[in-house]
């Protein structure tokens, strides 16, 4: 376009130019003057602007965002005879916070954490761009930008069954000695076979949530028992491939929606790499002053018994294993599973395996079972 042209006519040209304009110039504290603006029109696009114009179109884009309510407001700020944005879609540490979330993600390759941030970026002015340059470094971050594609597409997919009510299949795979991936093998019954097995290489199961826990995705599956109750299974999503929509619907999805939304809540507050197994109440001991060590694990509203000057009794919901005993004996010398016995009993015969590894002579190879 030649400078000079006559496009003051062009309204729609002259709006998106305007907008587009203010809202990489101009911030809740950074202004944009009306001749450097007309003045830019004119140098770099030949559309040519007079104060009329401006202002009607001023007041055509404060009321198109107000009908679409999109909180953006563009005002004239007396003081410095310039425009601001009052109301910006963003301020800059919520920015900040989403591209501290997506730097800080071990399952986001380097180079797409980068160009996600570019993205954001793109959200605030010039002036906040320069706040956003950040990097985190992340230990283990994913590497393989072909294997992170494969990832989100996986997520992508179990996303739409679970909204679609699909059932879904896939490969689930487990580092062995050597560090190869080893795929497990699954057996179902099978009416079309005369024996009723079959046995393959995919997984098939009822996906009902996908839930972000500890820098990992988790995939919940499950679905209604013969207790009429919800059963759920959890995979971590790193750990599967080659997710695929089945044409099959997912089984007791309506008793599930009508019963068992409470049931859920529960498997997601407790998802982690251990499946089928259920969360219950254990009571622990601890001193007063490790209350901190309690909360930050199982946050501030687990309850608190006060028991006497030294000690008090924490009551929470986990799910019993190897992965609670670790990190309880990782803690504390004070910290003790108070109740209830059957879980103290595990506990204890959990530390006797441990101290039977050494009570074997390790060069005898019959000890090894």
């Given at each position: 376009m030649k400078k000079g042209s006559k496009q003051a006519n062009i309204k729609p040209l002259r709006l998106l130019l305007l907008k587009d304009y203010i809202l990489n110039n101009a911030d809740e504290k950074h202004g944009v003057k009306i001749n450097d603006m007309i003045n830019y029109f004119i140098d770099k696009y030949g559309v040519e602007f007079n104060i009329r114009t401006f202002y009607r179109d001023i007041d055509t884009l404060n009321e198109f965002e107000k009908k679409k309510k999109s909180g953006i407001e563009i005002k004239y700020d007396g003081?410095?005879?310039?425009?601001?944005?009052?109301?910006?879609?963003?301020?800059?540490?919520?920015?900040?916070l989403l591209i501290d979330s997506i730097q800080s993600s071990k399952f986001i390759t380097e180079r797409r954490a980068a160009m996600l941030t570019n993205k954001l970026k793109k959200l605030t002015s010039k002036h906040g761009?320069?706040?956003?340059?950040?990097?985190?470094?992340v230990p283990e971050r994913v590497r393989n930008a072909d294997?992170?594609?494969?990832?989100?597409?996986?997520?992508?997919?179990?996303?739409?069954?679970?909204?679609?009510?699909?059932?879904?299949?896939?490969?689930r795979w487990e580092y062995n000695s050597k560090k190869e991936k080893a795929y497990i093998e699954y057996t179902y019954f099978n009416k079309e076979k005369e024996n009723n097995i079959n046995t393959t290489g995919r997984a098939y199961a009822n996906p009902l949530a996908l839930v972000w826990k500890d820098n990992q995705y988790y995939l919940i599956t499950g679905g209604i028992g013969s207790d009429e109750k919800l059963m759920t299974v959890n995979f971590r999503v790193d750990r599967i491939e080659d997710v695929q929509e089945t044409?099959?619907?997912?089984?007791?999805?309506?008793?599930?929606?009508?019963?068992?939304?409470?049931?859920?809540?529960?498997?997601?507050?407790?998802?982690?790499?251990?499946?089928?197994?259920?969360?219950?109440?254990?009571?622990?001991?601890?001193?007063?002053?490790?209350?901190?060590?309690?909360?930050?694990?199982?946050?501030?509203?687990?309850?608190?018994?006060?028991?006497?000057?030294?000690?008090?009794?924490?009551?929470?919901?986990?799910?019993?294993?190897?992965?609670?005993?670790?990190?309880?004996?990782?803690?504390?010398i004070f910290a003790k599973i108070v109740s209830p016995a059957e879980v103290v009993e595990e506990y204890q015969k959990h530390l006797q395996r441990g101290l039977d590894l050494y009570e074997y002579d390790h060069t005898d190879p019959q000890m090894y079972f």
């Open positions: 003081r410095d005879r310039d425009y601001k944005i009052s109301k910006p879609n963003f301020k800059a540490f919520e920015l900040q761009q320069k706040s956003l340059d950040r990097r985190v470094y294997e992170n594609a494969q990832l989100f597409k996986d997520i992508e997919t179990i996303h739409r069954c679970i909204e679609t009510g699909k059932q879904i299949s896939f490969k044409e099959f619907d997912v089984r007791g999805r309506a008793e599930f929606d009508k019963q068992n939304k409470a049931a859920l809540k529960d498997a997601i507050s407790n998802v982690s790499m251990i499946g089928g197994k259920l969360p219950q109440k254990v009571t622990l001991r601890f001193r007063h002053s490790d209350v901190d060590i309690p909360i930050n694990r199982f946050g501030i509203d687990i309850p608190i018994i006060q028991v006497d000057q030294r000690y008090i009794h924490v009551i929470v919901d986990v799910v019993v294993g190897a992965e609670f005993f670790g990190w309880l004996f990782s803690i504390d």
